[in-house]
Structure formats: C-alpha cells, structure tokens
C-alpha cells in the first residue's frame, strides 16, 4: 500500500480510537508528520553500524524530531513527555512509533533492524498484552516484529518496577520483536555499573545500548576504570551485542573500537569527509559473496 494511503488509513483508526477532532498524522513532502496537542514532530532516521565495518549500516535509530510552524527542524523529542499522565504518553508513544515507523518503510528493503525508543511509564501503564497494538501496525504495513528492536532506557530510578519491567519486556520478545536497554546516568554521577550488572543477570536483550560520554575513561580515576571493566567483561560473557552511539569525533570513535563495540552510532560516522567511507563499501561489496547477510543477530 502506498505511504500516501497508509497514512489515511492511520488517521481514520487514531481519530475513532482516541476521539480526536482532528487527523494526527499528515503527508507532507514523502514524510510522514504527527501531530499531538500542540506538538508537530517527524523523524530522525539515524544509521546503526557495524562497529568493526562502520560502512556496514545494520539498521536505523529513530527519534521525534520537534517541528516548528514552518516545518524547520527545532530540537530532539526527547525529555518532552515528562508531565504528561500516563494514558497521555501512551497515546502520544504509539503515535510517535507509528510515524517514525512509515517514514522508515521507504528504506525498509534493506532488511536493517529499525530500533524504536519505548518509554519505562509506557510498559509499566498498559497491564497486559504488551506489543499487541503495534504489531498490529507493523503487519499493517508487512513489517515483522524481528526487525523492530524495542529499545528500553534503564535506570536506577526504576529499580522498585524493575520485576514488572523484565516481565513485560519477555513479553515482547515472546512476540518476535527484538529488545534493546540502553543503561544511563546524568552527566557528574558515577556510572551505576552493579545496576547494569544486576540487570542483565536477570534479563539478556539482544543489544546493550550506552551513550558514548559514560564509557570514555577520561577523568575516571583507578577505581573507576577497573569498574568500568568488569562492566564490559559482564556483557561480553553474555549473548547480546554492545552498541556505543552518540559517537561525535575520534575520541569517542576510538574508545569504541577499544572497547570492541558490535555496533556504533552517531554524527562522526556520517561525515561525508571521512575518506574510508565510499572505499570501504566498494571493497566490502567486491569481496563478500552474492546474497551475503549484513545482519547482526536474529532474534533468540
């Protein structure tokens, strides 16, 4: 079905389902915009390589890009649902990845994963049949669950909810979709290593995700880097792949090389002005044979 119609389609279902007075998702330019309350929002489509082969893209990242009035890009989504109640984020969580979703079916030949941001108070709001609804959406649209990675942030701060959290990403990955968490921490405090740790004894994802900044040794004192070992020995014992992203320049893109990441992403990558790029794609369809799979992992 065309992106055109698939659109109208989403429309009509969104407005009965929710009520809406108006359509939340508009056709604008061959992209695909959603709208909520005052917020008009597209995606950012950005490339997940292979860490050893960066010319190698093994899927998409997307994230809500904030539109302006005039449909210039403003800033990231992210941090923009905080005071919103729950049924609210929900609504607006499924809005977000049924837009980022048709805007990545134009590319979605190369049988690359597309990883979607899902928010903790999203899973821990809607009490059962977790990944029903979107995959409604994606066989809609003739997309399997295997090649939507669920990508889940994980923090300290939800520690009490952490059982109800793993039994509900069990329940995606019993759909077919594959996981992802991406562990954090706020710039200044120490990297919650134990937490990750204890987290994956418990739950192994198909990726682990980390912002570059946490895994740089920089400023880490003796202990902190010893710390930061164990953390990346505990991973690498484990079946699931280390993805580094928000890598910006050659620090943070050697640190990842160092660490051995199985994928890695961020501007520095797609800068046109890196000589390897073009060179190393030729090369890499030259010497690998016909009909060769670029995937990383299938899901367990």
Same mark, same amino acid.
Not at 67 to 85: F, I, R
Not at 187 to 195: K, L, N, R, S
């Given at each position: 079905?065309? %992106?055109?119609?698939?659109?109208?389609?989403?429309?009509? @279902?969104? /407005?009965?389902?929710?009520?809406?007075?108006?359509?939340?998702?508009?056709?604008?330019?061959? #992209?695909?915009?959603?709208?909520?309350?005052?917020?008009?929002?597209? /995606?950012?489509?950005?490339?997940?390589?292979?860490?050893?082969?960066?010319?190698?893209?093994?899927?998409?990242?997307?994230?809500?890009?904030?539109?302006? $009035?005039?449909?210039?890009?403003?800033?990231?989504?992210?941090?923009?649902?905080?005071?919103?109640?729950?049924?609210?984020?929900?609504?607006?969580?499924?809005?977000?990845?049924? =837009?980022?979703?048709?805007?990545?079916?134009?590319?979605?030949? &190369?049988?690359?994963?597309?990883?979607?941001?899902?928010? $903790?108070?999203?899973v821990l709001f809607v009490q059962r049949d977790h990944g029903a609804y979107f995959e409604d959406i994606l066989q809609r649209c003739g997309l399997p669950t295997r090649r939507v990675v669920m990508s889940l942030p994980v923090s300290p701060a939800y &520690? @009490?909810?952490? $059982?109800?959290?793993?039994?509900?990403?069990?329940?995606?990955?019993?759909?077919?979709?594959?996981?992802?968490?991406?562990? &954090?921490?706020?710039v200044g405090e120490d990297f919650p290593e134990q937490h990750c740790i204890g987290f994956l004894r418990r739950f192994t994802p198909d990726f682990v995700r980390f912002h570059s900044r946490f895994l740089l040794p920089s400023g880490r004192n003796v202990?902190?880097?010893?710390?930061?070992? /164990?953390?990346?020995?505990?991973? @690498?014992?484990? &079946?699931? #792949?280390? %993805?580094?992203?928000?890598?910006?320049?050659?620090?943070?893109? #050697?640190?990842?090389?160092? =660490?051995?990441?199985?994928?890695?992403?961020?501007?520095?990558?797609?800068?046109?002005?890196? $000589?390897?790029?073009?060179?190393?794609? /030729?090369? =890499?369809?030259?010497?690998?044979?016909?009909?060769?799979?670029?995937?990383?992992?299938?899901?367990?």
């Amino acid at each position: 079905m065309p %992106l055109y119609e698939l659109t109208e389609y989403f429309n009509q @279902r969104f /407005t009965g389902e929710y009520r809406l007075k108006e359509s939340p998702l508009e056709f604008r330019d061959g #992209k695909v915009e959603g709208r909520f309350r005052d917020l008009r929002f597209g /995606t950012r489509l950005t490339p997940i390589r292979r860490g050893a082969m960066p010319a190698l893209s093994v899927g998409h990242d997307a994230c809500s890009w904030i539109l302006s $009035p005039e449909g210039d890009s403003a800033a990231s989504g992210k941090g923009l649902v905080d005071d919103l109640e729950s049924e609210q984020l929900v609504n607006l969580d499924r809005l977000s990845r049924t =837009v980022h979703m048709l805007n990545y079916l134009p590319r979605s030949h &190369d049988e690359g994963f597309l990883f979607l941001p899902v928010h $903790p108070r999203h899973v821990l709001f809607v009490q059962r049949d977790h990944g029903a609804y979107f995959e409604d959406i994606l066989q809609r649209c003739g997309l399997p669950t295997r090649r939507v990675v669920m990508s889940l942030p994980v923090s300290p701060a939800y &520690d @009490r909810q952490m $059982p109800i959290l793993l039994e509900r990403l069990r329940g995606h990955r019993d759909r077919g979709y594959a996981t992802a968490v991406q562990f &954090d921490a706020r710039v200044g405090e120490d990297f919650p290593e134990q937490h990750c740790i204890g987290f994956l004894r418990r739950f192994t994802p198909d990726f682990v995700r980390f912002h570059s900044r946490f895994l740089l040794p920089s400023g880490r004192n003796v202990d902190g880097v010893q710390r930061l070992s /164990t953390l990346l020995a505990a991973i @690498r014992r484990l &079946d699931t #792949k280390l %993805l580094i992203g928000a890598v910006q320049d050659d620090t943070a893109a #050697k640190h990842a090389e160092d =660490v051995r990441a199985d994928c890695v992403q961020g501007e520095y990558y797609e800068q046109s002005a890196l $000589p390897w790029l073009p060179a190393l794609a /030729t090369a =890499v369809g030259q010497d690998e044979p016909e009909g060769a799979d670029h995937r990383l992992v299938m899901h367990r």
